[in-house]
């Protein structure tokens, strides 16, 4: 089983719509990460998470919230989707306890497509 | 602020050819330095590390030296493979409790 999920893998709305990315993990890390990924873009940092009661914005944090309902659950939410939204968004998560750097482990990525 | 610029792609290389991929940093103090690799239609994995000027990270035949005086960590592989076709992004963080900066990503394809 895969350390890392995603939930959907790809989901097509509308403008408007809410909707909601879910990412569980069975690693047992502390850190958790949402990123965007868009073509020449490479990854953008949505929001990130260094424990259950720490949420921090990152980037590009306008038009998305989250909520870290445990230490293995990160939900990506957005409010009111718009088509410059759609993208590959991707999960991560790392451990704090792990060394001297903070090598982080994605999830396979969902493919959103807002019209 | 922190940052990584690659080598803008896509790079197409003949199987066996030579790989380097550039990659410079701006940083405001010494980060470690990371390569990730994204196989089609996978999530990144890391493919090396180095954590302090002069180490060289390495793994299944890649390779990249930690350049202090030229803040550069390029990739590089001697013969490469199909198989090594995708997206490699360099990345940084100066501090365990600070996320990964990345490059914008290279796209390699390798032909037959």
């Known amino acids: 089983d895969a350390d890392v999920t995603q939930t959907p893998r790809n989901r097509i709305t509308k403008t408007g719509k809410r909707i909601m990315l879910e990412c569980s993990q069975t690693?047992?890390?502390?850190?958790m990460y949402w990123y965007r990924q868009d073509p020449g873009l490479g990854l953008r940092l949505i929001y990130y998470?260094?424990?259950?009661?720490?949420?921090n914005k990152g980037e590009i944090s306008d038009g998305y919230s989250v909520s870290r309902q445990a230490q293995a659950k990160f939900s990506l939410s957005l409010e009111s989707a718009i088509p410059n939204q759609t993208a590959l968004y991707f999960c991560?998560?790392?451990?704090?306890?792990?060394?001297?750097?903070?090598?982080?482990?994605f999830g396979p990525g969902t493919r959103l497509t807002v019209l | 602020g922190d940052s990584v610029t690659q080598m803008e792609g896509p790079v197409t290389l003949s199987e066996e050819a030579f790989l380097t991929i550039n990659c410079t940093y701006t940083?405001?103090?010494?980060?470690?330095l990371f390569w990730y690799v994204q196989y089609p239609g996978e999530g990144l994995q890391l493919l090396l590390k180095?954590?302090?000027?002069?180490d060289k990270g390495s793994n299944k035949g890649f390779e990249a030296t930690y350049r202090k005086e030229t803040t550069s960590f390029h990739l590089e592989k001697g013969s490469v493979q199909v198989s090594d076709s995708a997206v490699y992004f360099c990345?940084?963080?100066?501090?365990?409790?600070?996320?990964?900066?990345f490059g914008k990503g290279t796209r390699l394809s390798v032909i037959a």
């Open positions: 991560a998560t790392s451990d704090s306890l792990a060394g001297e750097y903070n090598e982080q482990f």
């Open positions: 690693k047992g890390h502390d850190r």
């Open positions: 998470s260094f424990d259950v009661k720490d949420i």
């Open positions: 940083a405001t103090g010494y980060p470690s």
């Open positions: 180095a954590t302090k000027a002069d």
């Open positions: 990345a940084l963080t100066l501090m365990r409790n600070t996320p990964l900066v």
